[in-house]
């Protein structure tokens, strides 16, 4: 009709388009190989917004990450049956005041799961009591790292703590729970968000409990973080365009919504008044979380601790059965 804006559309198409790079990352199942495409705003002509899907194409089917900061900070994820699906983005309806319905995954059909994350808050407080980089979370072909900065945001007062709101969107009849992962290869415990249905898990957020002061961290940078309860989110969502165009206006009622608060910094409070930097870095992804296996450090400290007594006992009882031997026959026979 005439006066009205012609609808720009996007798309990550199956083939073509793309940058393409092998991924191969094993496991203990065997080895995964992924396809990942990446796409900066598809369809869109400028850089005044910032929408970023990265589509992993695997033997039987397809991972679909969307990260965008339009409206509050959010990522979705989407796995799909075969290796031929593919975002669609209806621009003019994402950046309108009604994005419901702006960003679909064709064939709709082959939707196996979707979740999405949402950054809602960031809030800084006074002290009141209480990959290559570290913290080295290990990845898979199945997920994607996300790191949350903060630089140059003035503390308000000694020892100033922060904490970060994190809420996930869930179909109806998915189980939620935050556990900890005990393992004695980790200084830092981790922390797992994981997603369930009745047989096998589907997603999952998992994160060490530190932060670290600076750019390129070591230990001594450390900020210890604290995660709350899991809650179930009695509250309206921050208006995330893309959480709104892919489930829908009716995302607080149809599906579940529930958060947690990861805090930093409190005694740790000094190395970000100190360097004015702050970084934690999150694993998203689907199915089960990643395990560590010992380190090489760890095995070697066990190998010393359990070896050096049995070197010590065996070289004792060879000197001890050498002495009896000597001392026997130090005498003379009878006859």
Known sequence: ADGEAA???????????????????????????????????????????????????????TLHYVWSSIGAPAVLLVVTEGTSSALRVNWTQLL???????????PAGSVVYSTAVVFTKVTAYE?????????????????SKVEFVLAGAAPRGNSSW??????????????QRLRLARSIDDEYTPTIFESRNDSSTLSFLQWKATAYGSQAPKREDSIQCHSGSLKAANWTLPRSSIVLAYFGEGVGSTYTI????ISFGGEDGNIYEEK????????????????DTFSPLVISIMA?????????LVVGSCVVLFAQGKRYTEYEPIN
């Open 7 to 61: 609808p720009k559309w996007g798309s990550c198409p199956a083939a073509g388009g793309c940058a393409a790079v092998a991924v191969l990352v094993g496991q203990r199942q065997g080895s995964v190989t992924r396809w990942v495409s990446m796409q900066y705003n598809p369809g869109w002509n400028g850089s005044s917004v910032n929408l970023l899907h990265v589509r992993a194409v695997g033997s039987n089917d």
């Open 96 to 106: 309108s005041p009604t994005p419901d319905g702006a960003i679909w995954i064709e």
């Open 127 to 143: 002290t009141s009591g209480r990959d290559e980089t570290l913290p080295s979370l290990l990845h898979t072909a199945n997920s």
């Open 162 to 175: 922060f904490a970060l709101e994190v809420a996930t969107v869930e179909e109806a009849g998915v189980v």
């Open 258 to 261: 529930n958060a947690v608060n």
């Open 276 to 291: 004015r930097y702050l970084s934690w870095s999150a694993l998203l992804g689907f199915g089960q979380p990643p395990k």
């Open 304 to 312: 010393v601790a359990l070896g050096t007594p049995m070197v010590l």
